[in-house]
C-alpha cells in the first residue's frame, strides 16, 4: 500500500506498466498518509512489518510551473500537493496577519529576521498582491545575504510550502500512528529533506515522542517503545549526488519497534 496526494502522480502511475501489472498485490491510495491507520484497519491488513515514508516534494512538482513550488519559472503561486485544498502560497502571503507570517517565517523557514521580513510582506501587499512564483522571488531576493540568493529563498519557499501543505503535521501524525500499527521488530524507514523534519524524526526515534522528551524507569532504562537501528543518519555519497544532485540534502534514518519482553514467572530464572 502506498499513499500520494498529489493527482498527478496518481495519474502517472495509473499509466504504468508495471503498476498495472502488479494487480492486488499494491494498492495506491490518493491521500495523505496521515491516514494511514484508517486505511490499514479498513482493509484488515493491520498489523505491518514495515513503513517507508519518503518525505520530499517531488521533481514533477519543482519541474512544472503551474504546481508553483519553483523559484525558477513562472508560475502561479500555488504550492498545493493536493490541488483540491483551498489554502494556497498566495493565499498565505496576501491574506495571513504580520504576526501569522512571522511565525511561518521563523518557524518553517527558519529565518532569523521573519519578523522584518513579515513585516515587508504586508507592506509589499498593500500595492499589489503576490500572484506569481518570479515576482515573490525577486521579493524575497532583496533580503537574502550576497552569494547566498538560492539558499535564502529555499527558505522563504520551504515556509510557504509548509504551512499550504501542513506538512508538520502529517509528519506527527504518521509518527504517532507508526507505533500503533507496526508489529514488534517492525521497521519505521524515514527520509527527510530539511532539519525541520530531520529533527523531528530524530527525536521520536531515540524517544518514541513528539517532543523528544526521554522517559526512564526507575533503573534509568529508556522506556521508548520505537529505537533506532542505526544510529548515524544516512547519507547520500558523493556518487549518488553527482547522478541525482536533489538527493544531496536527503537524510535517511531506521528504527524499529521493541520486541515485546517475555515475562520470567517463578522457577524460570
Known amino acids: 500500500m502506498a499513499f500520494d496526494r498529489d493527482p498527478d502522480a496518481l495519474?502517472?502511475?495509473?499509466?504504468?506498466?508495471?503498476?498495472?501489472?502488479?494487480?492486488?498485490?499494491?494498492?495506491?491510495?490518493?491521500g495523505?498518509?496521515?491516514?494511514?491507520?484508517?486505511?490499514?484497519?479498513?482493509?484488515?491488513?493491520?498489523?505491518?512489518?514495515?513503513?517507508?515514508?519518503?518525505?520530499?516534494?517531488?521533481s514533477h512538482q519543482f519541474d512544472v510551473a503551474e504546481r508553483g513550488f519553483s523559484i525558477r519559472l513562472h508560475g502561479p503561486l500555488d504550492m498545493r500537493m493536493d490541488r483540491s485544498g483551498d489554502l494556497t502560497a498566495a493565499h498565505v502571503l496576501n491574506t495571513y496577519t504580520e504576526e501569522e507570517l512571522k511565525r511561518i517565517f521563523c518557524v518553517y523557514g527558519e529565518i532569523?529576521?521573519?519578523?522584518?521580513?513579515?513585516?515587508?510582506?504586508?507592506?509589499?501587499?498593500?500595492?499589489?498582491?503576490?500572484?506569481?512564483?518570479?515576482?515573490?522571488?525577486?521579493f524575497f531576493e532583496r533580503f537574502a545575504q550576497k552569494g547566498k540568493e538560492n539558499k535564502f529563498l529555499a527558505m522563504a519557499f520551504q515556509a510557504l510550502r509548509i504551512e499550504v501543505n501542513k506538512e508538520l503535521e502529517s509528519l506527527e501524525a504518521l509518527l504517532t500512528q507508526s507505533l500503533e500499527v507496526l508489529k514488534p521488530g517492525g521497521r519505521l524507514v524515514v527520509i527527510s529533506y530539511h532539519s525541520l523534519e530531520?529533527?523531528?524524526?530524530?527525536?521520536?526515534?531515540?524517544?518514541?515522542?513528539?517532543?523528544?522528551?526521554?522517559?526512564?524507569?526507575?533503573?534509568?532504562?529508556?522506556?521508548?517503545?520505537?529505537?533506532?537501528?542505526?544510529?548515524?543518519?544516512?547519507?547520500?555519497?558523493?556518487?549518488?549526488?553527482?547522478?541525482?544532485?536533489?538527493?544531496?540534502?536527503?537524510?535517511?534514518?531506521?528504527?524499529?519497534?521493541?520486541?515485546?519482553?517475555?515475562?520470567?514467572?517463578?522457577?524460570?530464572?
Open 112 to 138: 532569523a529576521f521573519g519578523g522584518r521580513l513579515a513585516r515587508e510582506v504586508v507592506a509589499r501587499r498593500e500595492e499589489a498582491p503576490f500572484v506569481y512564483t518570479d515576482e515573490a522571488a525577486s
Open 198 to 269: 530531520d529533527r523531528l524524526v530524530k527525536n521520536f526515534m531515540r524517544t518514541g515522542r513528539l517532543d523528544g522528551k526521554e522517559e526512564k524507569d526507575f533503573y534509568g532504562n529508556n522506556l521508548s517503545p520505537i529505537e533506532p537501528v542505526v544510529r548515524k543518519v544516512m547519507v547520500p555519497s558523493p556518487e549518488e549526488i553527482e547522478r541525482n544532485p536533489r538527493s544531496r540534502s536527503a537524510k535517511l534514518r531506521v528504527a524499529r519497534i521493541k520486541p515485546v519482553e517475555k515475562e520470567v514467572g517463578r522457577g524460570q530464572e
Open 11 to 30: 495519474h502517472r502511475a495509473a499509466e504504468d506498466p508495471d503498476f498495472s501489472q502488479a494487480g492486488d498485490r499494491f494498492v495506491l491510495i490518493g
Open 32 to 58: 495523505n498518509f496521515s491516514l494511514l491507520k484508517n486505511h490499514l484497519r479498513f482493509r484488515r491488513l493491520l498489523p505491518v512489518d514495515g513503513i517507508l515514508a519518503d518525505l520530499g516534494v517531488s
